[in-house]
Structures are given as structure tokens and as C-alpha cells.
């Protein structure tokens, strides 16, 4: 009789799935309510306004990009085109841009570098300091200064930072705020990923004009049951093992 290999068995913490479960029923509804053009709504869906007032005044007349400021990008930026796209200024990276790292449109944080900042404005519920970018302060110029970050603000959010650039886990007191692990290649927080990478890398570059068309992966075949598992490396996802495209 042939031995088998022992099977190494992951339990996943219940507030992993928890926060698990949110995160993709968020992710679901706002592929649900993206327009033809590929445009995501979730902040429309909230039924919360974006800062409208911020478009009043012309962009020329704002005060300078700063560290310890938000600022609500305008939409002439590619990276805005898609969605109102909120960055803190984090720190300076000379000899002429600024660390900044955007807030994603999900109120869930959904990986292990997005940190939950306890506002209730919508658009500023998560700082996604994983897609953090040295960004031109001519680029960040293009944009409305939205609010202030307070110092505990600025100082957690560096410290998530610094634990991602290091490699390790981030402080134990900020730990219960930041997303899941990702390990399963077909977790579809890859995709988020690999959006959310793009805004970010138009940012970084400068880019004005159209965005690229953003092709979306069709709703996988999750039961209520199932959704758990995209935290865990070793469950496969549908009949096939294979994503559905």
C-alpha cells in the first residue's frame, strides 16, 4: 500500500473569514453595478455624495501638495477617470515627488496592506498602503485638497508601510485592521489587485487623457458556503479547479 504524504491543513481565524465574507460581497456588488463602459459605482451605490463641492474651485487655486494632506485627484488624470480617487500624502521622496497611497472603494479592507481608517466618509474608509507610489508633486498638483491626516493617522499608516516593505506582519495593534492574507491563486482579489495596480501606475507615470478599457472577470461560482475559501492556499474554486473566465 502506497503511504500518502501527510496534508498540512490551514485553519483560517473566524474574523479572517468574517472580514473574508464582507469583502467579497462588496467586491461582487460593485462588479454588479459597473457600467457598460466598465466604470465602477460603488460609491454612487452607497448613496453617499463624493465631496462634490471639491470641483468648485479650479485645481490651479489649491493649496500645494504637502505630506499629511488628502487630496481628491481631478478627473483629467487617467486615474481618476474611472472613479473619484482619494491618496494621502504620506511622506516626501526627493528630489521632486511624494509618497501617497490611495483609498480604495471598498469599505472592507482586502489584503494584508490595506488598513481600515475608522472615518466614516466613504471614500476614505481604507488606505491602500500596499499600492503606494513615489508620484510627481507637479502630477499631485492636479488635484483639491479634500481633508488633513491626523498624526496618530499618518503615523499607523507608515508603520503598515514599513512592515510591508520589510517583509514582516504589521504592529499587533494595527493588525485587527488590515486585510486577509492572499495566497490562493485563484482568489479573485488578484484581479481587484491587478486594477487597482493600474490606477496607480497611471498615477505614478503622469498619465492624462482616457483610461484603458478595464475587462472584468465574470462573477465566479461561489456559494454562500465557499466564499470562505479564498483565504485558504489549498481549496480549489468551482467543479473544474479553474477560475471561470
Known sequence: MTKLPPVEVHEVPRKTRQTLREWLREWELDRA????????????????PVAPELRAAPVEEEPAPEVGQIRCLSPELTAARTRPLY????AEAPPDRLLVAPYGHLAVP????????GRASTPLRVLCLWNARPVLAAVLRRSWLADALSERELEEALAVYRALRGGTPPPDDLADRTGPPLSHPDDPRHAYAREAEGLMTDLEEGRTG??????????????AEELPKAAEPREQYGESGEPDR
Not at 457600467?35 to 465602477?40: E, F, I, M, Y
Not at 491618496?87 to 504620506?90: G, K, T
Open 33 to 48: 453595478l459597473c457600467g457598460a463602459d466598465g466604470d465602477s459605482v460603488a460609491a454612487e451605490a452607497d448613496n453617499e
Open 87 to 90: 491618496v494621502a500624502c504620506l
Open 110 to 117: 482586502g489584503l494584508p496592506g490595506e488598513l481600515a481608517t
Open 210 to 223: 482616457p483610461p484603458a478599457a478595464i475587462e472584468y472577470p465574470r462573477r465566479p461560482a461561489f456559494t
